[in-house]
């Protein structure tokens, strides 16, 4: 059986509910610029125009041959996009720039320590520095079209270089975020069975400079014994002499890209000829169960929908400077930092760090020098922004059109300082709610078209047709009523299949509303969503939160079944379970409840040790606001674990009634711990 969706025992249950229902409305100056003003687009892309309306998007690029159909349904839901046509993404991300703005910058790169230079990379340097690095993995590194590259990187210039460059061998890369331990990454070396793993020597991050290879010599080990050998590990120098000096290569396996690359200076590598269904990238993202699963996005139809969203959702244009401050490790960074910015030949900044070091005005601060007028970030940032800064913004010159907001949903007070205070009053803003398994975004306002509405993600995007459905199957029609919310149709940026396991990409976002397994009909197939919403008399949805088991931290996605799974590595653990708690910043963070065995005592050293367990096995985001050693894990008579009522003791909540529990007692102890606490 695949991944249930239970709404009962979820995060539904503890989403914030707000009521307002204020418009605002964008400028006469900001609709005279804007990409898309023609009301007729809805209707365009109404389901009766369906699939044919989305060559309107495929036409925003440039194609070697174009498709033999639109939309291929005969392996449903494993859907084929704009079959049969052929295309490379890193040539409409470069080359088709070239004859008119070779010299424009294509990224900004702020590093960390303000005495460092900015990298002004122009669409000509970014160029040559693909093509270079693109022979070094074709003639050095033996890659080919189809294999498969884990790409451990933190935020820098090199990592979408390495990403073009795999694009432009046909090479599906995986970007692990920079942040994930040596483990998670070994993970997602195994799955995707990559041989070649990209890695950087060091970073810096508020303040510190952080060796990252020493990740790359654990994750390669952990993957030999996983039965993955990786014969070469290619490490980006930005510190040489200084982080690295103390993680030695290993000889034949490691090596400098500094150094290798020096053989390519002046290669140039003819972009290969990719089927539109081939697939770009797996990016890995947290379930219900322990293990992360690898989202497949196709070349032509994802490449498509993400270069049509950053058009008209985002509204860049060639001219536009653009920041959006996510980590390219995550989709946010895919879609909107690398591939929709680059395709429509925008000037996409890049950071390194994080915004509220050296202060709260750094921010602000880039924004004025390089001059950007479109801001992409999330709640959980805008909220740590406004904690420490609140009149920062204020002091710098910086003028934004348009801004945008993803990954969680947004409480109206943050939405109105980020309106006045950070867009001064003058900017839009786009809430977009979606997913890594979306490619693009699902619900969102078209900026000059639809009134923005503070705590709703708006209505479909032009394609997109949501639906609420009860746990029945039926639609909630009524307003202000929660239920599941899922997409009528497929769109060219969903995602093709789990990599490797088919089977469970039915199981998780298909099988609990098709009626027919069989059906090659795309109308049987309604994607679900995971996430609970509702949908107001104006057709504007807003998201409530996960109804499955993961926890959204920061913005940021972690299966809590991942968590507990990290936890019971600790041999003393008998039991875990986590739950997630409501935090004024990062929106959500993960509690963690653990009965050890019989005979181990509880102390302040076994709590450390099981948070360490799972710094090291995922990542410090995953870190537990708090290990509760309890007694005893509150349980049905049928033995289960009712993360429900610790779910309510975390959040200081009603546990309802629990005498029908088989160990009640057990819910007062537990209640009073973290009472006192
Ligand atoms: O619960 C929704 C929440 O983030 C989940 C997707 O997480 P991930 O795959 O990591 O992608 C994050 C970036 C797109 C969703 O299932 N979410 C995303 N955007 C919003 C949101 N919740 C409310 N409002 C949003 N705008």
Same mark, same amino acid.
């Given at each position: 059986?695949?991944?249930?969706? &239970?709404?009962?025992?979820?995060?539904?249950?503890?989403?914030?509910?707000?009521?307002?229902?204020?418009?605002?409305?964008?400028?006469?100056?900001?609709?005279?610029?804007?990409?898309?003003?023609?009301?007729?687009?809805?209707?365009?892309?109404?389901?009766?125009?369906?699939?044919?309306?989305? /060559?309107?998007?495929?036409?925003?690029?440039?194609?070697?041959?174009?498709?033999?159909?639109?939309?291929?349904?005969?392996?449903?839901?494993?859907?084929?996009?704009?079959?049969?046509?052929?295309?490379?993404?890193?040539?409409?991300?470069?080359?088709?720039?070239?004859?008119?703005?070779?010299?424009?910058?294509?990224?900004?790169?702020?590093?960390?320590?303000?005495?460092?230079?900015?990298?002004?990379?122009?669409?000509?340097?970014?160029?040559?520095?693909?093509?270079?690095?693109?022979?070094?993995?074709?003639?050095?590194?033996?890659?080919?079209?189809?294999?498969?590259? /884990?790409?451990?990187?933190?935020?820098?210039?090199?990592?979408?270089?390495?990403?073009?460059?795999?694009?432009?061998?046909?090479?599906?890369?995986?970007?692990?975020?920079?942040?994930?331990?040596?483990?998670?990454?070994?993970?997602?070396?195994?799955?995707?069975?990559?041989?070649?793993?990209?890695?950087?020597?060091?970073?810096?991050?508020?303040?510190?400079?952080?060796?990252?290879?020493?990740?790359?010599?654990? @994750?390669?080990?952990?993957?030999?014994?996983?039965?993955?050998?990786?014969?070469?590990?290619?490490?980006?120098?930005?510190?040489?002499?200084?982080?690295?000096?103390?993680?030695?290569?290993?000889?034949?396996?490691?090596?400098?890209?500094?150094?290798?690359?020096?053989?390519?200076?002046?290669?140039?590598?003819?972009?290969?000829?990719?089927?539109?269904?081939?697939?770009?990238?797996?990016?890995?993202?947290?379930?219900?169960?322990?293990?992360?699963?690898?989202?497949?996005?196709?070349?032509?139809?994802?490449?498509?929908?993400?270069?049509?969203?950053?058009?008209?959702?985002?509204?860049?244009?060639? %001219?536009?400077?653009?920041?959006?401050?996510?980590?390219?490790?995550?989709? /946010?960074?895919?879609?909107?930092?690398?591939?929709?910015?680059?395709?429509?030949?925008?000037?996409?900044?890049?950071?390194?760090?994080?915004?509220?070091?050296?202060?709260?005005?750094?921010?602000?601060?880039?924004?004025?020098?390089?001059?950007?007028?479109?801001?992409?970030?999330?709640?959980?940032?805008?909220?740590?922004?406004?904690?420490?800064?609140?009149?920062?913004?204020?002091?710098?010159?910086?003028?934004?059109?348009?801004?945008?907001?993803?990954?969680?949903?947004?409480?109206?007070?943050?939405? %109105?300082?980020?309106?006045?205070?950070?867009?001064?009053?003058?900017?839009?803003?786009?809430?977009?709610?979606?997913?890594?398994?979306?490619?693009?975004?699902?619900?969102?306002?078209?900026?000059?078209?639809?009134?923005?509405?503070?705590?709703?993600?708006?209505?479909?995007?032009?394609?997109?047709?949501?639906?609420?459905?009860?746990?029945?199957?039926?639609?909630?029609?009524?307003?202000?009523?929660?239920?599941?919310?899922?997409?009528?149709?497929?769109?060219?940026?969903?995602?093709?299949?789990?990599?490797?396991?088919?089977?469970?990409?039915?199981?998780?976002?298909?099988?609990?509303?098709?009626?027919?397994?069989?059906?090659?009909?795309?109308?049987?197939?309604?994607?679900?969503?995971?996430?609970? @919403? /509702?949908?107001?008399?104006?057709?504007?949805?807003?998201?409530?939160?996960?109804?499955?088991?993961?926890?959204?931290?920061?913005?940021?996605?972690?299966?809590?079944?991942?968590?507990?799974?990290?936890?019971?590595?600790?041999?003393?653990?008998?039991?875990?379970?986590?739950?997630?708690? @409501?935090?004024?910043?990062?929106?959500?963070?993960?509690?963690?409840?653990?009965?050890?065995?019989?005979?181990?005592?509880?102390?302040?050293?076994?709590? %450390?040790?099981?948070?360490?367990?799972?710094?090291?096995?995922?990542?410090?985001?995953?870190?537990?606001?708090?290990?509760?050693? &309890?007694?005893?894990?509150?349980?049905?008579?049928?033995?289960?674990?009712?993360?429900?009522?610790?779910?309510?003791?975390?959040?200081?909540?009603?546990?309802?009634?629990?005498?029908?529990?088989?160990?009640?007692?057990?819910?007062?102890?537990?209640?009073?711990?973290?009472?006192?606490?």
């Amino acid at each position: 059986m695949g991944e249930k969706q &239970v709404m009962e025992t979820t995060e539904a249950q503890i989403a914030v509910h707000w009521q307002e229902e204020d418009y605002y409305y964008p400028s006469s100056k900001f609709i005279g610029q804007a990409n898309l003003t023609d009301p007729d687009i809805y209707d365009r892309f109404s389901l009766d125009n369906f699939p044919d309306c989305f /060559t309107e998007y495929a036409e925003l690029l440039t194609w070697y041959k174009y498709w033999d159909e639109v939309l291929d349904t005969s392996d449903a839901p494993c859907f084929k996009w704009f079959r049969g046509g052929q295309i490379n993404a890193s040539y409409n991300c470069i080359d088709r720039h070239l004859k008119k703005n070779k010299n424009k910058t294509a990224i900004h790169f702020v590093p960390e320590l303000e005495e460092e230079r900015v990298d002004h990379i122009t669409y000509q340097e970014l160029y040559v520095r693909v093509n270079e690095f693109a022979a070094l993995l074709r003639d050095f590194a033996g890659l080919k079209r189809g294999d498969r590259v /884990t790409i451990h990187m933190p935020m820098s210039a090199e990592l979408p270089i390495t990403m073009l460059a795999c694009a432009r061998l046909g090479v599906i890369h995986s970007v692990v975020f920079g942040g994930f331990s040596a483990s998670a990454c070994a993970d997602r070396i195994v799955d995707s069975n990559s041989r070649v793993l990209i890695s950087m020597d060091a970073y810096y991050r508020a303040g510190n400079l952080l060796n990252h290879k020493v990740n790359a010599d654990e @994750a390669v080990a952990i993957a030999a014994k996983d039965g993955q050998v990786v014969d070469k590990v290619l490490v980006w120098q930005r510190y040489p002499g200084k982080a690295s000096s103390d993680t030695p290569m290993v000889d034949g396996r490691d090596y400098f890209v500094n150094d290798v690359v020096k053989k390519y200076y002046g290669a140039r590598v003819e972009p290969e000829k990719m089927l539109s269904e081939d697939p770009l990238f797996l990016m890995y993202t947290s379930g219900t169960t322990g293990k992360p699963k690898g989202a497949q996005h196709s070349t032509g139809g994802y490449l498509a929908y993400v270069t049509a969203m950053s058009k008209y959702i985002q509204d860049i244009h060639p %001219k536009d400077v653009y920041w959006c401050m996510a980590d390219i490790g995550w989709i /946010t960074g895919h879609s909107f930092i690398v591939y929709g910015p680059l395709a429509l030949c925008a000037s996409t900044v890049i950071y390194e760090g994080v915004p509220t070091y050296p202060d709260a005005g750094r921010s602000w601060r880039i924004a004025q020098d390089l001059d950007v007028n479109i801001f992409h970030t999330a709640p959980t940032a805008i909220r740590a922004l406004r904690k420490i800064g609140p009149d920062e913004p204020a002091k710098y010159t910086y003028h934004f059109k348009h801004m945008t907001t993803v990954g969680e949903p947004i409480e109206p007070e943050v939405w %109105k300082w980020y309106e006045s205070a950070v867009g001064k009053g003058e900017a839009i803003i786009v809430d977009t709610w979606w997913q890594t398994e979306t490619g693009g975004f699902l619900c969102s306002t078209v900026p000059a078209l639809k009134p923005m509405k503070p705590g709703s993600a708006g209505p479909g995007v032009p394609g997109i047709h949501p639906i609420i459905l009860d746990d029945n199957g039926d639609e909630v029609t009524q307003p202000g009523i929660a239920g599941n919310i899922c997409i009528q149709n497929p769109w060219p940026g969903q995602m093709q299949t789990i990599w490797g396991d088919r089977q469970r990409f039915v199981d998780t976002y298909f099988a609990r509303y098709c009626k027919n397994p069989e059906s090659k009909d795309w109308r049987d197939w309604p994607y679900v969503a995971g996430d609970a @919403a /509702t949908r107001s008399q104006d057709g504007y949805y807003r998201i409530l939160g996960r109804i499955d088991d993961v926890i959204n931290v920061s913005g940021h996605r972690l299966g809590t079944k991942e968590i507990e799974s990290a936890a019971l590595v600790v041999q003393e653990v008998a039991e875990a379970a986590v739950v997630p708690v @409501a935090h004024e910043i990062k929106g959500k963070e993960p509690d963690l409840y653990i009965a050890l065995k019989p005979g181990v005592e509880a102390t302040d050293e076994i709590a %450390k040790k099981i948070s360490d367990a799972i710094c090291e096995q995922i990542g410090k985001i995953a870190k537990p606001r708090k290990v509760w050693l &309890v007694p005893d894990m509150p349980k049905t008579r049928s033995g289960k674990i009712m993360r429900r009522v610790l779910g309510a003791i975390s959040n200081k909540g009603d546990v309802g009634n629990v005498m029908t529990l088989a160990n009640p007692e057990v819910v007062e102890t537990i209640k009073n711990m973290v009472d006192k606490s």
